[in-house]
């Protein structure tokens, strides 16, 4: 039997093409929507898969460092290394700096850490270029997206940082550029006040005792103890907030990222309906078009399957053909945007198949009129 | 029923609307046309000769009557066959105004669309159109679109595929109005030709006096009945 679906695409191909063209882009968008959700997953756990902890310890009622404000005393770590089934424990600070150019200051997420402890949160992987801290004070690493080279100084409250080391697609949780500094200099940065403050503060009895604490207590488990009972046991007895890799990884995607996935999901969801209601007024003008070829079909007495098959092959073919294009458009264009946009094979399939679940929708209305062409409208006119 | 009727229709009655706003267009029309009959069916405008010609195509349901297409009885007060379209396209050719061709199919797809949805196969459409086609003097456009075709090659693309399906009756609707004179008598000696080489029955509705005198008969809508005239008839339009 003719495929008359393909004779009709044929027939006005260029057409056919800049429709699926137009759709295509708007199926890219859906795309590059789905890889921004994915990106920000990614992003989310890049510092916690760096840090490798196995348990954090924050602040007692708070959601740590991520999530709240949270404080607790540097030497704690010493109190947790003593724990029982306690491999490594340091402490860490986490605060978002403000990086001074000439042009405009970047926005940062500064990681303290003790350059001598034994949790490194830089990952040697990522660093390419220069080296990790080596001294106490005034040097810092960097992430390549902030824009700074080795050798550059950076003026960051009352001193100069000079850079040491350049990490590659380093960010935080919130997409910010990452860098490192000394645990000292982290809490010189975030505790120390201005000498005028101090002396106020003096003045008025307020001794400053803020500049030995950090923001959280990270640590490693022994091999063969239970993370769930190490954890249980320092919250029984330090009383604070424990938790496990895991449920730090729930707070930075569940908690911090859902308004964002939902917010991104309804987009999707508006753009994928959007996108079939303009499937379906194509293939309604498309049939209109038609309408004289299809009532003299009818008259001569084509079954209708024959002519709802064509409409139906054809609003598939401009779905497979949109798809097609949405991919390549979304392709040339993901690297484009100033977060990471992660496009997976998975979600280009459940893409796929929400395309064709809507262009079967989309044909229903060409159907329709398909049916109700009636044939003797084949004469006259 | 005679055994060379193609067409048998009795008492056969056709309104649109109700009460106040009842028209009626056929009233108890009854006739019968042979088989290789050539037959115009003429009427002023509006007195039913498109409505006449689709009840026969059983695409407009009559208010009453019987119609019987060969030796079957097709309607009765009702439609017979549950599958009108089916009988449109195995005993049924259409021949319009225009030639009303798929644009998007070629000469050789749009002869051979009808037979092959009748369950022909590709190869056997296609062997049948080509005879057509040879037949027509135009088996050199098979490939064309229509839109590369003149207005006469066009209609004569559109005859052979109202005989594609082997059809025992052919329907035309104004067939050489879009035609000038020359192309008009042309295209009616080719139906009359087909009438007596095929054994189909042509009706042709037509307001076009240079083809009556290759008709057999002339068919005259006259008061919602049918009257027949002889073709040699004068002042007949």
């Excluded at chain 1, 063209?21 to 990614?42: D, E, K, P, S, T």
């Excluded at chain 2, 088989?35 to 509006?46: D, N």
């Excluded at chain 2, 439609?79 to 379209?85: E, F, H, N």
């Excluded at chain 2, 003149?150 to 609707?173: C, F, H, K, T």
Aim: charged share 25%; hydrophobic share 45%; aromatic share 6%.
């Amino acid at each position: 039997m003719i495929n008359l679906a393909a004779r009709d695409i044929k027939h006005t191909l260029g057409k056919f093409l800049v429709t699926a063209m137009g759709v295509g882009m708007l199926l890219g968008l859906v795309l590059v929507m789905i890889g921004v959700y994915r990106g920000m997953m990614v992003e989310a756990e890049i510092l916690l898969n760096d840090i490798s902890a196995d348990i954090w310890i924050v602040q007692e009622d708070t959601l740590g460092p991520f999530a709240e404000s949270s404080r607790v005393h540097e030497d704690l770590k010493n109190i947790i290394r003593a724990v029982q089934g306690i491999e490594k424990s340091e402490a860490m600070t986490f605060q978002n700096i403000q990086l001074p150019r000439k042009d405009k200051s970047v926005l940062a997420f500064a990681v303290g850490y003790d350059i001598h402890g034994a949790i490194n949160p830089i990952n040697p992987k990522r660093l390419v270029k220069g080296r990790n801290l080596k001294n106490d004070h005034y040097e810092i690493v960097v992430t390549d997206s902030t824009g700074f080279k080795l050798g550059e100084e950076i003026k960051l409250g009352r001193n100069y940082y000079k850079v040491v080391g350049i990490t590659s697609k380093t960010v935080s949780s919130g997409g910010d550029p990452l860098v490192y500094i000394s645990l000292k200099d982290a809490q010189e940065l975030q505790f120390l006040y201005s000498n005028k403050e101090i002396q106020n503060d003096e003045a008025r009895g307020i001794k400053n005792s803020e500049s030995y604490r950090a923001n959280a207590i990270i640590a490693t488990i022994k091999s063969g103890f239970d993370i769930e009972k190490v954890a249980a046991d320092i919250r029984k007895w330090q009383h604070k907030n424990v938790y496990t890799a895991k449920e730090q990884s729930d707070i930075l995607t569940k908690n911090l990222i859902e308004k964002s996935a939902q917010q991104i999901g309804l987009f999707t969801a508006i753009l994928v309906v959007v996108s079939t209601i303009i499937i379906a007024l194509i293939i309604y003008t498309m049939t209109l078009e038609k309408m004289k070829v299809i009532s003299i079909m009818k008259l001569m007495g084509l079954p209708n399957s024959l002519i709802i098959e064509m409409i139906v092959k054809e609003t598939l073919l401009l779905g497979i053909f949109a798809f097609i294009f949405g991919n390549i458009f979304s392709h040339l264009i993901y690297d484009k945007f100033p977060k990471l946009v992660v496009l997976q094979i998975p979600d280009a399939w459940i893409l796929f198949g929400v395309v064709i679940i809507a262009s079967i929708l989309a044909s229903f209305v060409g159907v329709k009129k398909v049916i109700s062409a009636d044939p003797a409208a084949a004469i006259g006119g | 029923m005679n055994k060379q009727s193609a067409i048998k229709v009795q008492n056969l009655v056709k309104h649109f609307g109700k009460d106040d706003n009842l028209v009626r267009v056929i009233e108890n029309a009854s006739f019968e046309i042979q088989k290789g009959e050539v037959v115009a069916l003429i009427a002023p405008s509006g007195a039913g000769k498109t409505t006449l010609l689709m009840m026969i195509g059983c695409v407009i349901e009559p208010t009453s009557g019987e119609i019987w297409l060969g030796k079957n009885k097709v309607y009765h007060d009702k439609w017979l066959a549950k599958d009108t379209r089916r009988i449109r396209r195995e005993k049924i050719g259409f021949i319009f105004q225009a030639h009303y061709l798929v644009p998007f199919l070629n000469v050789l797809e749009n002869i051979t669309l009808l037979p092959q949805a009748n369950k022909v196969s590709e190869k056997e459409a296609q062997k049948k159109a080509m005879e057509l086609l040879k037949y027509f003097e135009i088996d050199d456009k098979a490939y064309n679109m229509s839109s590369q075709l003149s207005g006469g090659q066009n209609q004569r693309v559109a005859i052979a595929r109202a005989l594609a399906n082997n059809p025992e009756i052919i329907l035309a609707d104004e067939p050489t109005a879009a035609l000038d004179g020359e192309r008009a008598v042309s295209v009616i000696k080719m139906l009359k030709k087909i009438a007596a080489e095929q054994n189909v029955a042509i009706i042709t509705v037509t307001h076009d006096e240079r083809i009556l005198p290759y008709c057999d008969r002339i068919m005259k809508i006259e008061n919602r009945g049918i009257v027949f005239h002889d073709v040699d008839d004068e002042g007949i339009l």
